[in-house]
């Protein structure tokens, strides 16, 4: 449905004939991932995040705070759960991330507000943690993602392995991100920050 609106409004002139989607779908014809009904489920995800936002600003109480984030979050992964079936293939709206399906975007959106409560927890609150690596990650993150994009196909940031092999993948995924941490890491201790 998402690719016939694009096509019908956009056409297909305007539209990726090259998304990463295309070899998973065996398509020829033109798809945007980024199409109308993404930027739906992406306002969606953003106005949660605004609420998160709200009810963290608004509160007056700890305990008041992490039950809002703590239910929002399980009524998200409900809805988004039911949605897909319990990520079911032939549900009615599978969890799709190419195509940002409002089941993705609710329990993305879930996950997120249950991993919220808890870094709160542990770095504001409890002061059991300090957030390092997700401080030296956050403070150049333009340069990160850059970086990773330009050095994405050479040696020793990735090295090359079988795309049928999973374990592969995932092993050279954690190491790249492994490195970037590393990366950030000396940038922060040489307090080099790089922003727009």
Excluded at 9 to 28: A, W
Excluded at 171 to 191: C, E, P, R, S
Aim: hydrophobic share 50%; with cysteine.
């Amino acid at each position: 449905m998402a690719g016939y609106i694009d096509r019908l409004i956009l056409r297909s002139s305007h539209m990726d004939n090259h998304p990463t989607c295309k070899n998973v779908y065996d398509t020829k014809i033109p798809y945007d991932p980024e199409g109308l009904l993404g930027i739906l489920t992406g306002t969606l995800l953003c106005y949660l995040g605004v609420q998160a936002g709200h009810s963290f600003a608004h509160a007056t109480r700890i305990r008041r705070v992490c039950a809002h984030w703590i239910i929002s979050g399980f009524i998200c992964g409900s809805i988004g759960l039911a949605l897909s079936k319990g990520g079911q293939s032939d549900s009615w709206i599978p969890i799709n991330k190419n195509l940002w399906s409002l089941s993705f975007v609710l329990i993305l959106a879930g996950l997120a507000f249950i991993i919220l409560t808890i870094l709160y927890l542990l770095v504001d609150v409890w002061n059991w943690f300090t957030g390092e690596p997700f401080l030296w990650l956050g403070m150049n993150s333009i340069v990160i993602y850059v970086g990773h994009e330009v050095c994405s196909n050479m040696f020793p940031v990735q090295f090359k392995v079988e795309e049928t092999r999973h374990w592969q993948l995932m092993t050279m995924h954690i190491y790249g991100v492994m490195f970037w941490t590393i990366v950030a890491g000396l940038m922060y201790l040489k307090k080099t920050f790089i922003a727009i």
